[in-house]
T-cell receptor, first 115, second 111 residues
Framework: SAVISQKPSRDICQRGTSLTIQCQVD?????MFWYRQQPGQSLTLIAT?????????ESGFVIDKFPISRPNLTFSTLTVSNMSPEDSSIYLC????????????FGEGSWLTVV | QKEVEQNSGPLSVPEGAIASLNCTYS??????FFWYRQYSGKSPELIMF????GDKEDGRFTAQLNKASQYVSLLIRDSQPSDSATYLC???????????FGRGTSLIVHP
């Protein structure tokens, strides 16, 4: 499977600020996704990052709050804008379409705490 | 609304026992089924996937799929304290790369 690197791995952010998370994959991948995992909860898909075009957002997530870039097949960024304590979460970059059919794999995650 | 249900646990088993983790899903058209393990403070890692009815074994892990009853299970034989983690079930329809995740079952293996 692809090696997926995320940074920052952890951060404490001030309310009202924005933070950009970077995701780098060691090989070209077709599908990249961004998930959120709030404390004690399961994984919720934020959006599919599309190379060269606007991301496809899931219900409840909007581009103004979570702008996503995907300039090429190995890199994507997720920005969490105007953060509030409710945005404290793990943000996970994932890739699909590699290895075994429909399997997706996750990066190490970015742990954000908003104070 | 596609749903994937898991008992949140915790499921506590003694070392050396068999741990049985269950997952049910609502979308009868689902074709791919995955089990992920997530240690505290870490991201999910894939343990197994299964596509066909029946059992699939990989070392101490066995995935069981019953499409008629819409459930998938994970058995962990000879459980070890290092198996203590949250186990996430994920289900997606054929042709889709986007699975729906359950909330996970917390497993505790005590010495």
């Amino acid at each position: 499977s692809a090696v997926i690197s995320q940074k920052p791995s952890r951060d404490i952010c001030q309310r009202g600020t924005s933070l950009t998370i970077q995701c780098q994959v060691d090989s070209q991948v077709t599908m990249m996704f961004w998930y959120r995992q709030q404390p004690g909860q399961s994984l919720t898909l934020i959006a599919t990052a599309n190379q060269g075009s606007e991301a496809t957002y899931e219900s409840g997530f909007v581009i103004d709050k979570f702008p996503i870039s995907r300039p090429n097949l190995t890199f994507s960024t997720l920005t969490v804008s105007n953060m509030s304590p409710e945005d404290s979460s793990i943000y996970l970059c994932s890739v699909g379409g590699t290895g075994n059919g429909n399997t997706i794999y996750f990066g190490e995650g970015s742990w954000l705490t908003v104070v | 609304q596609k749903e994937v249900e898991q008992n949140s646990g915790p499921l506590s088993v003694p070392e050396g026992a068999i741990a049985s983790l269950n997952c049910t899903y609502s979308d009868r058209g689902s074709q791919s089924f995955f089990w992920y393990r997530q240690y505290s403070g870490k991201s999910p890692e894939l343990i197994m996937f299964i596509y066909s009815n029946g059992d699939k074994e990989d070392g101490r892990f066995t995935a069981q799929l019953n499409k008629a009853s819409q459930y998938v299970s994970l058995l962990i034989r000879d459980s070890q304290p290092s198996d203590s983690a949250t186990y996430l079930c994920a289900v997606n329809q054929g042709g889709s790369y986007i699975p729906t995740f359950g909330r996970g079952t917390s497993l505790i293996v005590h010495p």
